[in-house]
């Protein structure tokens, strides 16, 4: 049995020595990508789809450069795709190795185009589970246990090219698969709201956040807005993620777009197609589209903020109003 | 006024005959795309107790804020009944909670086994397919957990095959009996299949895909062409009562008027 | 390996074929406990220790008199203490035949006497778990997996004597231990609010209620206050438990009395050692208080309000103010 | 004002060595009894930064609400970092996240193995103890899986024994090298025994019981005679430094005015 990220024992034994105490974790995402993500590392991809995906902090990986990667995920669209993106215009300074993952595609807005570019070629390692797997391997990894049994996809060819191991159960004699945790080397992570410890509290679906950030090793939370300490544990069983987990937080205002945060933007209906459609013309042969967003929305620009200024207004304007999710349970105070 | 539609896309009339197989007071585990539409339809019509389940984590809520663009979008939780995540989601259907889960798939054997995964050789092509399609995503977790599935497909010859490339969602395995059981699995297995063509179920004894109904300007025969492999045709297969006005407004006007999923060729 | 409750497979097939409708399920405490509680169940007792216990279920259960039940929890005080006074006040009554259980005790307010009384008699089947061994148990129920692995307590006693097998972990070599999912065949829940629905909120720490509630066959749910549905959904991440799990709901103020109810009313430290006393007078040979005790508290009355009528109003008065839980989220409209 | 209080009780006593045993900014789980009241003793003097953890669920609260009487009561919750149940509070502890586990324990043998199940024979008597206590709790979880443990214990002969009737909660098993990591267990084991005669700790190479300091008005002979099993008695044992009176001031008055845990004897 090989492991990629760390190994059970060894993610036991890194946080066993890490320093949990309750401090200031604010650091600019420059310098948490830089501290916390390495070349090679395995990445835990937080998120669901295009919903409350990493965005800024991947951006900002591409603009520093990261190679060799292994992504572990359930079900992602943009983060990957930007990722991919980076991959084949310049794979000499951002790589994917290998993919632990369900799905990789956007539902309404279409298939990966660089999925089919980069598997058909066969330039990335595939593992394939289902969503239930994945999230139950991080599950397994953030319970400090090895493993998870779990009762599909049984007799799937998924079986036949993963590490999940079929055994029968001790207890009923019935056929049951056992799933192999995962610790990412380092999780990435976008919440709606965070404490400058840390703490997050997630609205709307949890996806499979918690699991993957307290299955890591390191972890890097953007937050759409960071609120006062007390208005976070003034609900402590609205909190996701403790404290103690966390090495690294940023306030990055729309740092899911032009992806969904649930209660405080939805997705960009016209920039995700216009994302989307570039990355179909470079699997098409036409690579000028694809350098040319990146250029403009990614290389051309220092951080979230300045993407999102060149978003028109009108855009950003539309995903705030007409985002339907469940706002805040409480009032709280927004840091100045 | 008619009663029914003289006017509807193949699209619609799939998401009207999934709508209608789906009972009232029955919890629906809904994958992307046709399935919530047709739950959402089903619940404006005669499944106003239909519970919604969707793998990101929101259960039981109404779909009355627009159609979600994804199973984790913000328009499935508007007063959901519980709201986690995906273990909470796929744990509920492992204990017997769903009693429907909703999929679709690329690629579909007699048995109801499912390829959403590649198209190509398979152990062989795995890292190099001919077609890479999204993956499993949650289809193979609900095909294997809830307790009867109901598959979403368009039917073309290519997409109906005696041996598929990849089986990503586990339908009746190859056939022999209690295969499912004897996987491991807790589900019963595919209740229908509702493609643009037809409606099918199983043989309860061999497991094999068994014609129920013809949809509109399909016959017998048209069904049997556009199927790569031989359907069990039994002497009582009816006519599928076309869409009704009411259900094609409702899908157009009502639950997806930009066609995000119904009007566009179909994909996985 | 026998099965206690339902097996894995049978509490699967029950729960298929549940009717998991949204309709109204308010019945009486009377009905609910004639209709889901019967002589033999295995009975998953809700709370720890003496917070949230379902004190109002198990004095109706007296009150109607059970036999040969298996009583599952992870740490119990007063529920367990109430039925056991029953049981050795009138055997012939009410019953306990066996407990899977990590933890009978009243913690600040002194061991339990009965525990002492039954189990140095030989008169309970006893099965020793951790609490987490428990609460792992029921978890593994609740998800609909046979097993769920654990590290712990390697290399106690408890191992001996319990269900629990250990493995070598098919991914690292290493010794593991696998618990058996505990599929009672009726939970006994106390909350601070639910809807008439069945959709439970559960305010501070959650114990094990929403797994003991989710692997069970039925579920019966106290309330301190029934509220209004849409007050219920307008915040589903609070959703503990949800409707569909629920057999019967019940609104019983105080139902947790005389233990705590977080935020809405403490322990009782006059009324507990008001009842453990007589308990540990019964050890010691008295029966006299004990039997009082129950003529008075339990029998002498027709419910629980009837029973906090006998309780000097000063003490409610006081269980309430001093009661410092966190309070609810949002405002809510009670069910008149 | 004198330094050192001139007037305590051995419980009192055994909270200050608790107390002063805790690390600040560690995360420390504790078992119901005397370790909130160490716990809450330390926060209070030389460690604010402690982060307690109780198994109910409650993460990192502030203990400034008065004695919990239960670690599942509301005071355990009191603007609490994370606030789900005991199985998230115990998968925090096995996935590391527990620098110290605080736990007591009715009989203890050298290698810091705990009894709070049973005293009478075992497996035959298990049935039928002679004395029945109240089981584990999650004592035997913290054994496990915190990174280290501490444990309290009242100090008298027959709770010290060579051999014990049951162990609930491992410490260093038999002894033998590697015997937790061996056994599977996730933490490294017991790290000092406080008890109302002495501090103790384990030798590296024996895992066997050491005493360390000895607490006022206690000697080296005095603890060995109070002790069922041989102490290894290193040279270096030194005298504990008595309670302060602001100390002893914080525990009667702060922490635990009614004498919930302090007062009483102490009991499992």
């Not at chain 1, 650091?27 to 409350?52: H, P, T």
């Not at chain 1, 992602?76 to 000499?92: H, K, P, Q």
């Not at chain 2, 994958?31 to 990101?56: D, K, N, R, S």
């Not at chain 2, 509702?194 to 069904?223: C, Q, Y």
């Amino acid at each position: 049995m090989y492991w990629t990220g760390l190994s059970p024992d060894e993610a036991r034994q890194y946080l066993a020595n890490k320093d949990k105490s309750k401090r200031d974790k604010r650091v600019s995402l420059k310098e948490a990508v830089q501290k916390f993500v390495k070349d090679g590392d395995n990445i835990g991809i937080a998120g669901f789809v295009n919903g409350r995906q990493p965005i800024a902090i991947v951006h900002e990986i591409i603009r520093q450069g990261r190679k060799d990667l292994t992504l572990s995920y359930q079900s992602a669209g943009l983060a990957i795709e930007y990722l991919a993106g980076a991959m084949v215009l310049d794979e000499s300074k951002n790589s994917i190795k290998r993919m632990e993952l369900a799905y990789w595609a956007h539902e309404a807005f279409g298939i990966s185009p660089l999925l089919r570019y980069l598997s058909e070629r066969n330039k990335v390692e595939l593992e394939d589970w289902s969503n239930y797997n994945m999230s139950a391997r991080f599950k397994a990894g953030s319970m400090g246990l090895p493993f998870i049994p779990c009762r599909g996809p049984m007799g799937s060819d998924m079986l036949k090219c993963n590490r999940a191991v079929m055994i029968d159960c001790p207890f009923t004699g019935r056929p049951i698969m056992l799933l192999p945790a995962s610790h990412p080397n380092v999780a990435l992570v976008h919440v709606q709201e965070a404490d400058i410890y840390g703490n997050c509290r997630i609205q709307g679906p949890l996806f499979t956040c918690p699991e993957i950030a307290m299955a890591s090793a390191h972890i890097i939370v953007t937050c759409d807005r960071l609120i006062e300490h007390d208005d976070m544990t003034r609900f402590p069983n609205r909190i996701s993620i403790p404290f103690f987990s966390v090495d690294a937080v940023i306030e990055v205002p729309f740092g899911a777009y032009p992806g969904n945060s649930h209660g405080v933007y939805y997705f960009d209906e016209k920039h995700i197609p216009e994302f989307r459609g570039a990355c179909e013309k470079f699997r098409k042969g036409n690579a000028e589209p694809l350098k040319e967003y990146y250029d403009n929305y990614i290389f051309g620009v220092e951080n979230t903020a300045e993407f999102i200024n060149k978003i028109p207004a009108s855009q950003i304007l539309q995903v705030q109003k007409s985002e339907s999710g469940i706002r805040l349970d409480a009032a709280y105070t927004v840091l100045g | 006024m008619a009663k029914y539609s003289e006017d509807f896309t193949a699209q619609e009339m799939i998401v009207v005959a999934g709508s209608r197989t789906l009972e009232d007071n029955k919890v629906v585990f809904a994958g992307t795309g046709l399935p919530m539409v047709a739950i959402t339809l089903a619940q404006l019509t005669h499944g106003p107790g239909i519970v919604p389940v969707f793998e990101a984590g929101a259960v039981g809520p109404e779909l009355s804020r627009g159609l979600p663009l994804s199973v984790g979008g913000s328009r499935t939780t508007y007063k959901a009944n519980y709201l986690l995540g995906l273990n909470s989601a796929f744990e509920l259907t492992q204990r017997g909670y769903a009693d429907i889960g909703f999929i679709g798939g690329a690629e579909i054997d007699p048995y109801g086994n499912l390829n959403s995964t590649m198209m190509g050789s398979f152990p062989e092509g795995y890292q190099k397919p001919k077609t890479r399609l999204p993956g499993s995503g949650g289809a193979s977790d609900m095909a294997c957990s809830c307790e009867r599935t109901i598959i979403i497909m368009v039917h073309e010859p290519r997409r109906f095959n005696e041996k598929i490339d990849y089986i990503t969602s586990p339908g009746y395995l190859d056939g022999s009996p209690n295969a499912r059981w004897r996987a491991g699995m807790a589900g019963q297995g595919p209740h229908r299949v509702i493609t643009t063509k037809a409606i099918m179920g199983f043989d309860d004894e061999t497991k094999r895909m068994k014609l129920l109904a013809t949809l509109p300007g399909e016959t017998v025969n048209s069904v049997q062409e556009a199927t790569g492999f031989e359907l069990i045709i039994p002497n009582d297969v009816y006519e599928f009562e076309p869409p009704t006005v009411e259900e094609i407004r409702l899908i157009r006007e009502v639950i997806d008027p930009l066609g995000y999923f119904v009007r566009k060729k179909i994909k996985e």
